[in-house]
Each structure stands twice: as C-alpha cells, then as structure tokens.
C-alpha cells in the first residue's frame, strides 16, 4: 500500500491544498454571521483561543496520525486498533454529511458570481426578496449545486498531485488576493471605524454557553477537524515534512483569512447602517445590498466576493469528497474514477434534498428533530459529529498509540525538534477531551438538541458495534 500511495508534489502544494481544506465556507459565510449574532469580538476571543490550542493540539494529532499509517480516517485508526475502526468511520461520516449541504451553499456562491452580473444589485430593495426566491426554488439551486459538484468531481477525480494540490496552488492565493483587495475597499469607506470597533472591542455581555459552543464547533468546522480531513491529507505526507510547524502555518492561514473575511464585510456592514446579525442572509443579503450602494464598482467587487466565495467553498469541499474517495480506495479497493463518481451520484442526492428542505420541503420536517436535510447535516455535524470526532482523536492520540511512536513521528524519528512536544502531548491526553465534554454539555439548551446529540450518540454507538464491517 504505501509503495504505491500518492504524496504531495512539494511542501508548499501540500500546505495550499491543506489551508485551503481550512479555509472555506467556515470562513467567509459562516464566521462573519456566527460573529454577529454572538457578540462580536467577544466571540472572535473565544474562537481564537479554541483555535490556537484545542484546534492547534488536533490538526497536528490529525496529521501525524494519517502519515503515521499512510492510510485514510478509517484505515489509520485500524492500523493500530481494530476496536477504534468506528472513530475513523465517523470522520468519514461526517465529511459525507457536509457534503450533503456544503456544495448547497458552494452553488449559491456560483449562482451569484453570475446574478451579480446580470442585474441583482440594480434593484436594492429587492436583493432580500431575490435571495429568498432563489434558495426556495425547486429547481434553480439544485442546478448550481450539481455545476458546483461537477468541479468537485473533476479536481479529485485527477487525484491527489495532479488534482487536489494543483488547484491549491492557483486558487489559494487568488483568494487571500481577492480578499485583501475587498478588506482595503471596506475599511476605507466613510463609518467603517464602528465595524473595526465591533470586530475587536469585546462585548463579555453576550456570551453564554452556546457562544463557546458556537466558537469550538466553528473551530472545528473552520479547520477541517473531526471529520478525517486532516488525516487524509496527512497520509499522504512525506516522512521528511515537519508536521508541528506546518499545523502552525495552516492554523494560521486558516485565522488569517477568517479576519480577513471580517474586515472585508464588517466596516462596509456599519458605514452603511447594515445589520450584523443577520444569519446566512448576511452573505447572499447583506453583503450584496453593500455593493448596490457602491454605484459600478459594486458590481466588480460583488464579481470578486462571490468569486472568493467559490473560491473557498471549492477548497474545501474537495478536501471532503476526498475522505470519502481515499476510504473507498484504500478499504474497499475501488478505482479512483469510480469512487469519485459513485459518492458524487450520493451527495448529489443528498445535496437536492438539502437544497428542497429550504423550499418546497420545507413545511415537512423530520418528526421529532423539527429540522429539515440541510439544518440536520448541519447541526449534526459542527455541534456533534465534529466536537465528538475531536474527542476521540484525543482520546486515541493519548491512550492508545504509544508515546514513543508519536514523539518519533512529529521530530520525524529525532531528526527535528519539538520542544513542546510534552506539553501537547498531556494537552491531547488529559486537557482536551475534558474542554471538548464540557463545552458540547453546557452548549445544550434545547429539546432539539438534545434529541440531535441522542440522534449523534446513537449513530456513533452503531459505528462502534458494527465497526469492523467498515
């Protein structure tokens, strides 16, 4: 297996396609509106100080854990414990569920690379009414969906060198570009100070226990962590990369850019009067009615959003159809064009019922859950699968593979240094899992979602008993 396995092409191609599995919906759709409607900076804070130590401590376990087996999520954890088979498959799981909804959203953000130049910015007023039209429509963005998802198989489908690392090597930095260029116009408008002030004068008022929840499951979400993502990529490493350093750089890419995505939305947000916390509209609502009131330049920077929105959505989406692709292929020993094609028919499917459960499904929810495909894959997987996945990965990190084993891996068998390897070592083991536990109990505050995290539970514990047949 690991004579014939792809690696990354170069170091730099390997940490463009990782930050770019990072970098994503998470950033630029998702952290501006969790932002908004969680305190603002306060909860950038909060966010921050997930990222840099329980996300930090994980993507470097994740890494190392993959390169370690030279196997996919599924494969690694088998490769030292038939019992943790189920962890492995619960990554996968979960990147096969977001992968339900993301390229929902990923065919919004290609929709409106076109809608802003074909006349939605040249009525204002109608730009929320546009939105809610369009998303509810039984037949234009499940269209979107499938052209967004066509991208998906295509890159993938070239595997891993070929595919995957190339299109981070051109769309990466056309992103941070993109977004630099946006952020500058932003902050520079007339009143754009109370947007910087809103992004980095904290208000402790509004935090509560769901805003920890909130910022861990975005932590997670942002990363690419517990969902076997990670693991991937980092089974096709080479032994000679230093894993700490480069976890160091991607976590780093993946802030920088969701600050960057703030500073793009929040100042122009305030110097016209806008409303931060408006959810999900706050991209496809907001942020378009901005660009209105800019007059021609508008429609370009609108062009270059959106672009930037597809940009990140592909980056990581790719990364997620991977995990499910590397596992069919390394346990199941189907071809990489017939893996690729096969879970994209899946997620198609999966993707028109999430798409329909905005529209013309939406007045049927699922008994019980009140939620409909789209806020089920959602829900189950940044406030459960992810935070749980996590845990395991700590868990298993710490108490099952040898200590040795893993300092060998990160200083690559004592030819490099981690001074802090004892410190991330009983951070993993001891630390982690209790902040993870702790932060998914005190976040419950509902009969939904705690139906949502039995309904996780129960899945999970099905993985556990029936994980050998994975």
């Given at each position: 297996?690991?004579?014939?396995r792809?690696?990354?092409?170069?170091?730099?191609?390997?940490?463009?396609?990782?930050?770019?599995?990072?970098?994503g919906?998470?950033?630029?759709?998702?952290?501006?509106?969790m932002?908004?409607?969680?305190?603002?900076?306060?909860?950038?804070?909060?966010?921050?100080?997930?990222?840099?130590?329980?996300?930090?401590?994980?993507?470097?376990?994740?890494?190392?854990?993959?390169r370690?087996?030279?196997?996919?999520?599924?494969?690694?954890?088998k490769?030292s414990?038939?019992?943790?088979?189920?962890?492995?498959?619960?990554?996968?799981?979960?990147?096969?569920?977001?992968?339900?909804?993301?390229?929902?959203?990923?065919?919004?953000?290609?929709?409106?690379?076109?809608?802003?130049?074909?006349?939605?910015?040249?009525?204002?007023?109608?730009?929320?009414?546009?939105?809610?039209?369009?998303?509810?429509?039984p037949?234009?963005?499940?269209?979107?969906?499938?052209a967004?998802?066509?991208?998906?198989?295509?890159?993938?489908?070239?595997?891993?060198?070929?595919?995957?690392?190339?299109?981070?090597?051109?769309?990466?930095?056309?992103?941070?570009?993109?977004?630099?260029?946006?952020?500058?116009?932003?902050?520079?408008?007339?009143?754009?100070?109370?947007?910087?002030?809103f992004?980095?004068?904290?208000?402790?008022?509004?935090?509560?226990?769901?805003?920890?929840?909130?910022?861990?499951?975005?932590?997670?979400?942002?990363?690419?962590l517990?969902?076997?993502?990670?693991?991937?990529?980092?089974?096709?490493?080479?032994?000679?990369?230093?894993?700490?350093?480069?976890?160091?750089?991607?976590?780093?890419?993946?802030?920088?850019?969701?600050?960057?995505?703030?500073?793009a939305?929040f100042?122009?947000?305030?110097?016209?009067?806008?409303?931060?916390?408006?959810?999900?509209?706050?991209?496809?609502?907001?942020v378009?009615?901005?660009?209105?009131?800019?007059?021609?330049?508008?429609?370009?920077?609108?062009?270059?959003?959106?672009?930037?929105?597809t940009?990140?959505?592909?980056?990581?989406?790719?990364?997620?159809?991977?995990?499910?692709?590397?596992?069919?292929?390394?346990?199941?020993?189907?071809?990489?064009?017939?893996?690729?094609?096969?879970?994209?028919?899946?997620?198609?499917?999966?993707?028109?019922?999430?798409?329909?459960?905005?529209?013309?499904?939406?007045?049927?929810?699922?008994?019980?859950?009140?939620?409909?495909?789209?806020?089920?894959?959602?829900?189950?997987?940044?406030k459960?699968?992810?935070?749980?996945?996590?845990?395991?990965?700590?868990?298993?990190?710490?108490?099952?593979?040898?200590?040795?084993?893993?300092?060998?891996?990160?200083?690559?068998?004592?030819?490099?240094?981690?001074?802090?390897?004892?410190?991330?070592?009983?951070?993993?083991?001891?630390?982690?899992?209790?902040?993870?536990?702790?932060?998914?109990?005190?976040?419950?505050?509902?009969?939904?979602?705690?139906?949502?995290?039995?309904?996780?539970?129960?899945?999970?514990?099905?993985?556990a008993?029936?994980?050998?047949?994975?």
């Amino acid at each position: 297996m690991e004579a014939t396995r792809e690696n990354w092409g170069s170091r730099i191609g390997f940490l463009l396609a990782a930050a770019g599995s990072a970098v994503g919906l998470g950033n630029i759709w998702r952290f501006p509106y969790m932002a908004g409607s969680n305190g603002g900076s306060a909860f950038i804070i909060i966010y921050l100080a997930f990222t840099f130590t329980i996300g930090l401590c994980i993507m470097i376990a994740e890494l190392a854990v993959g390169r370690r087996a030279k196997l996919a999520a599924v494969g690694a954890y088998k490769h030292s414990s038939e019992r943790w088979t189920f962890a492995g498959a619960l990554g996968v799981l979960s990147g096969f569920l977001i992968m339900g909804f993301y390229p929902v959203v990923g065919g919004w953000a290609l929709a409106y690379v076109w809608k802003s130049t074909t006349g939605l910015l040249a009525d204002p007023g109608a730009i929320g009414a546009a939105f809610g039209g369009f998303i509810t429509s039984p037949v234009q963005p499940v269209a979107w969906m499938l052209a967004f998802l066509v991208l998906n198989v295509v890159i993938v489908a070239k595997g891993i060198a070929g595919g995957i690392e190339k299109a981070g090597k051109i769309l990466m930095p056309s992103l941070f570009v993109m977004l630099v260029l946006l952020g500058i116009r932003s902050i520079t408008l007339p009143g754009a100070g109370a947007g910087l002030a809103f992004l980095f004068r904290p208000d402790f008022s509004a935090v509560t226990g769901t805003t920890f929840l909130a910022a861990l499951g975005q932590s997670f979400f942002s990363l690419s962590l517990g969902m076997g993502c990670m693991i991937t990529y980092g089974s096709y490493l080479k032994k000679s990369e230093k894993i700490p350093s480069n976890g160091l750089i991607i976590v780093s890419l993946d802030t920088g850019v969701a600050l960057l995505a703030g500073l793009a939305i929040f100042p122009a947000l305030f110097a016209f009067g806008l409303e931060p916390a408006a959810g999900p509209g706050l991209v496809f609502v907001v942020v378009p009615s901005i660009f209105a009131q800019m007059g021609g330049i508008g429609v370009v920077l609108s062009i270059i959003f959106f672009v930037a929105l597809t940009v990140a959505a592909l980056t990581s989406s790719v990364s997620l159809f991977e995990v499910v692709v590397a596992y069919l292929i390394d346990q199941k020993q189907i071809p990489r064009i017939r893996a690729v094609i096969g879970s994209g028919v899946v997620m198609a499917i999966m993707g028109a019922l999430a798409s329909l459960s905005l529209g013309v499904m939406s007045g049927t929810p699922i008994p019980l859950l009140g939620v409909g495909a789209f806020d089920l894959f959602d829900i189950l997987t940044d406030k459960i699968f992810l935070a749980i996945g996590g845990l395991l990965l700590a868990v298993f990190v710490g108490w099952v593979i040898r200590k040795d084993d893993l300092r060998a891996e990160l200083t690559n068998d004592g030819a490099h240094t981690f001074g802090g390897f004892t410190l991330w070592y009983h951070a993993v083991k001891y630390v982690i899992p209790v902040a993870i536990a702790v932060v998914a109990v005190v976040g419950i505050i509902s009969i939904e979602q705690t139906a949502l995290m039995l309904l996780g539970l129960l899945v999970i514990a099905v993985f556990a008993l029936f994980s050998r047949r994975f």
